[in-house]
T-cell receptor
């Protein structure tokens, strides 16, 4: 498909486990964003990339959260030693270029449940 | 970060116009105003964006106040498929963060 693809769609983890969430942006899109959305809340910014460079990671809630995009396309959000408060939907978005005049295209998200 | 303020919820009758307001008094002069909407169990979807003048597309219209401290998203004829949470987003100078607020939940009545 031509859209942003995220996998897995659902992930259940036991507290303390590490998880890795994958995002395949639209081909050719330079910018990639990660958001966290708790139930009933708006998406909260986590981090963004321009190609492989992580330009802003100010939204990552703790050092347990780590994101990478080594070849400037696919991105992985890793959460180490998951906690119950990490339960949320994790959304990935991409845009063709970097800039606030660009449309964001979102994936359907990965719903993470930490038990 | 540019902060936006929206009503928590609104209702509209089907086939009638809907005006969704947003205040963004801290937005800087070069930051675009974006609107996205989110249907249940889906990621947000782009609706429209603009800088200073009013904008129209096939989904909606965006009316931006002259002082840019507020804007209004206009759905000309609401349908049941327009029921969603609508987010207004202001830019953040110096970065490219898109900061979502809590949005307005639009309910469309048949």
């Amino acid at each position: 498909g031509a859209g942003v693809s995220q996998s897995p769609r659902y992930k259940v983890a036991k507290r303390g486990q590490d998880v890795a969430l994958r995002c395949d942006p639209i081909s050719g899109h330079v910018s990639l964003f990660w958001y966290q959305q708790a139930l009933g809340q708006g998406p909260e910014f986590l981090t963004y990339f321009q190609n492989e460079a992580q330009l802003d990671k100010s939204g990552l809630p703790s050092d347990r959260f780590f994101a990478e995009r080594p070849e400037g396309s696919v991105s992985t959000l890793k959460i180490q030693r998951t906690q119950q408060e990490d339960s949320a939907v994790y959304l990935c978005a991409s845009s063709l270029k970097m800039g606030f005049n660009e449309k964001l295209f979102f994936g359907s998200g990965t719903q993470l449940s930490v038990l | 970060d540019a902060k936006t303020t929206q009503p928590n919820s609104m209702e509209s009758n089907e086939e009638e116009p809907v005006h969704l307001p947003c205040n963004h008094s801290t937005i800087s002069g070069t930051d675009y105003i974006h609107w996205y909407r989110q249907l249940p169990s889906q990621g947000p979807e782009y609706v429209i964006h603009g800088l200073t003048s009013n904008v129209n597309n096939r989904m909606a219209s965006l009316a931006i106040a002259e002082d840019r401290k507020s804007s209004t998203l206009i759905l000309h004829r609401a349908t049941l498929r327009d029921a969603a949470v609508y987010y207004c987003i202001g830019g953040t100078s110096g970065t490219y963060k898109y900061i979502f607020g809590t949005g307005t939940r639009l309910k469309v009545l048949a």
